[in-house]
Each structure stands twice: as structure tokens, then as C-alpha cells.
């Protein structure tokens, strides 16, 4: 009798089933960035990041994703901070 296949080796790692994924759900797009799926949709009606609507549903391909990740990066600050108001902030 010869031993059944892993179930492991026949379902594709999830990591690279999102690779080939055509797209994403708010949902799944919001835990590949680490993100509320609240704010990607909130975003994404306000149409202030990348995304597509199929009729009344919100898609985001790999390459919106990646868009939004990259728009999102910050450089480094040097200095002193500053408060909302404009005023630096004393010394900790």
C-alpha cells in the first residue's frame, strides 16, 4: 500500500498563490499592507489611491498594492520635531 500524498504538496503556499492572484478584496489587499480594510476603502472611494471597481465592488490588483505601499513611504527626517502647531517640541 503506498502512502497518500501531503496535502501540503498538492495546495499551493499561500504566499505564492497571492502572487498569482488576480485580485485582491479590500480585505485581503488591507492584510497584505498591514493595513484596516476601512481605510483602503475609505481611500479607495475617496479615489486617493490605486484601485478598480467592478461594478459596485472594489478590487486592487498586485500592481495597485505595490503602488500603494511605495506612495506611502516616508524619508528619514533629521532634525528637531515639530508639534501640530509648527512649534518645536522640548527636549526629552
Do not use: H
Not at 63 to 90: F, L, N
Request: proline share 5%.
Amino acid at each position: 500500500m503506498s502512502a497518500a500524498p501531503e496535502e501540503t504538496m498538492s495546495s499551493p503556499d499561500n504566499e505564492a498563490s497571492a502572487q498569482e492572484q488576480l485580485l485582491f478584496t479590500a480585505d485581503q489587499a488591507a492584510q497584505l499592507l498591514q493595513v484596516r480594510a476601512s481605510w483602503l476603502r475609505r481611500r479607495a472611494t475617496a479615489r486617493a489611491i490605486p484601485c478598480r471597481f467592478l461594478g459596485k465592488y472594489l478590487r486592487f490588483s498586485r500592481d495597485d498594492i505595490d503602488q500603494i505601499a511605495e506612495e506611502s513611504k516616508q524619508d528619514v527626517r533629521t532634525g528637531p520635531r515639530t508639534t501640530q502647531s509648527g512649534k518645536t517640541s522640548p527636549a526629552a
